[in-house]
Nanobody, 131 residues
């Protein structure tokens, strides 16, 4: 079993920044560094949506249009951790943010925005952006 724990959420004013972390632990059958990781979010009253993903090697990243140019995903495979740097935050970014591990070994990440491609999820961390 893999456990994912998000941290770094909080309350920030519009225009501010936050850095989310997702620490992975447990039994990695093929190593944390061989799986793509994703960030998703769920705003109140809305469905969970894709935010960003990074491939297993860390050299490719993918973003939802709504966060392109403002958010940056990265990973530290030595630390089994993935990050989401969020800049220029807007009130509409308010949501619970979840990290997830892709289910396919060294996935090409062509469809990493699909939630059904992830099998381990964290509990989430709340991000609130005030206007």
């Amino acid at each position: 079993q893999v456990q994912l724990v998000e941290s770094g959420g909080g309350l920030v004013q519009a225009g501010g920044s936050l850095r989310l972390s997702c620490a992975a632990s447990g039994r990695f059958f093929n190593g944390f560094n061989n799986y793509a990781m994703g960030w998703f979010r769920q705003a109140p009253g809305k469905e969970r949506e894709f935010v960003a993903a990074i491939n297993w090697s860390g050299d490719r990243s993918y973003y939802a249009d709504s966060v392109k140019g403002r958010f940056t995903i990265s990973r530290d495979n030595a630390a089994n951790t993935v990050y989401l740097q969020m800049n220029s935050l807007k009130p509409e970014d308010t949501a619970v943010f979840y990290c997830a591990q892709h289910k396919v070994y060294r996935a090409s990440c062509d469809t990493c925005e699909r939630q059904d491609e992830y099998d381990y999820w964290g509990q989430g961390t709340q991000v609130t952006v005030s206007s």
